[in-house]
């Protein structure tokens, strides 16, 4: 069941995760489960931490790991950090120059792909790829 502290709204096509004032131990788990549902199916996922003012070693970890799990299917993770006290965070671990983050929803949503017709790029792409791959026989 999702978590009521981590909202979804699917904005043009791309799934944004609100994330809660602070980030930690006591909720990271809940965020990690909601970035998993909410990602799926989608090749962009959007973290939108306007109302974030902390976040801790065990919500950086969850986010890092959620981008690891987006960039090894060739999906992608964007984050919209406007404070300057959670970006903070980011840089000092280095992990603003490896995760995409953005200071607006706006400029985030600009940053990810549209989709065509309801559907990502990306699975255009792989449904295209699909096809071209020759039809294996029946029970091999």
């Known amino acids: ?5 981590f909202t979804v709204e699917v904005v ?11 980030i930690d131990i006591t909720n990271a788990e809940a965020l990690r489960a909601a970035l998993l549902t909410a990602a ?3 090749g962009t996922l959007v ?3 306007t109302r974030t003012r902390f976040c801790d070693s065990s919500g950086l970890h969850v986010l890092i790991a959620a981008h690891r799990r987006a960039r090894a299917a060739g999906h992608e993770v964007l984050l919209v950090i406007p404070g300057t006290t959670v970006l903070r965070v980011f840089a000092l671990t280095g992990m603003d120059t490896v995760i995409p983050n953005f200071t607006s929803l ?3 949503l600009a940053q990810a792909p549209a989709p065509a017709n309801g559907r990502s790029r990306q699975q255009d792409h792989e449904d295209a790829r699909a096809e071209d791959q020759p039809a294996q026989p029946a029970g091999r």
């Open 106 to 108: 706006a400029e985030a």
């Open 40 to 42: 799926d199916g989608h």
């Open 12 to 22: 043009r096509g791309v799934p944004v995760v609100a994330a809660p004032e602070e």
């Open 1 to 5: 069941m999702p978590d009521a502290r």
């Open 47 to 49: 973290v939108d931490m």
